[in-house]
């Protein structure tokens, strides 16, 4: 028995567009994410690989991503479930910042261990400050030592695995192919759990905008073929580009 996991990267957003650090702040798909979506979903109508249960984050532009690359598949009938635990890394005191201008503020070695770094986070952010969470509704019910001022890659694999364990699992093994759409670091997060990455091997890579990652999962639910398979790769060689030069 073989289990089918397809993970999709939001579509471009304003704030990707802006070169901003965006984090937990809800900003939405810009026309060219819009696209992407669109042909995120025609990759899994072509391919045949049609979700029976899509997994998002409670943040816009992943729930969008999902919805229009589920409607071009024909299935946005499809059970979903949501979860802040598949949310973007909180960048903290980041949040709303211009990545040019913050690299050239701290310099390449500390605005790539702030970017990239497994264990170092950014500045806390100032509670009640314009780009801060706390008060936003979705929150409401997390105890508020769960609820992030700063998080570093680390954080969020703590965070997002109990949700692969707890919700996602339990849909592989019921035999159900599973959409996951999410986040640039919430899903390194989870390649670096699949893949079985070591923290020096997961800073170097990078999970492209808009382009769905099929894994086949064998029996302890851990890849066929390591690093899965992008359904566009050149599509996703050049957004990888696109990426990993943010701020430059
Ligand atoms: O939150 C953000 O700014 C992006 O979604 C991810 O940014 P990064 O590639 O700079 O970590």
New binding site residues.
């Given amino acids: 028995m073989t289990y089918r996991l397809i993970l999709l990267r939001h579509g471009t ?1 304003d ?2 567009a802006k070169n ?4 937990w702040v809800d900003v939405d798909l810009n026309a060219g994410g819009i696209e992407e979506a669109q042909r995120g979903g025609e990759l899994l109508r072509d391919r045949d690989l049609l979700p029976d249960v899509v997994h998002t984050s409670v943040l816009r532009r992943a729930i969008r991503t999902a919805n229009i690359a589920l409607e071009v598949a024909g299935r946005q009938w499809i059970d979903v479930r949501r979860s802040w635990r598949l949310n ?2 909180h ?1 903290g005191g980041l949040q709303g910042k211009d ?1 040019k201008q913050t690299l050239e503020e701290l310099g390449e070695e500390q605005f790539m261990l702030f ?2 770094s497994y264990d170092t986070p950014p500045p806390p952010i100032e509670r009640g400050s314009e780009f801060d969470q706390a008060g936003d509704p979705r929150y409401a019910g997390l105890p508020p030592e769960l609820l992030p001022a700063t998080e570093c890659l680390a954080d969020v694999v703590e965070r997002m695995l109990p949700y692969w364990y707890d919700a996602i699992v339990p849909d592989l093994r019921a035999g159900k192919t599973v959409l996951v759409t999410a ?3 919430s899903l390194r997060a989870l390649v670096k759990h699949l893949d079985n990455l070591d923290e020096k091997t997961i800073v170097g890579l ?1 999970i492209p905008t808009g382009v769905p990652l099929y894994y086949e999962l064998d029996e302890n639910f851990r890849p066929i073929v390591k690093g899965g398979e992008y359904l566009d790769p050149d599509a996703a060689a050049a957004a990888i580009e696109a ?1 990993k030069n ?2 430059r």
């Fill in positions: 957003s704030w990707n901003l650090f965006t984090g973007e890394r960048y990545k970017r990239r986040h640039g670091n990078n990426v943010q701020g």
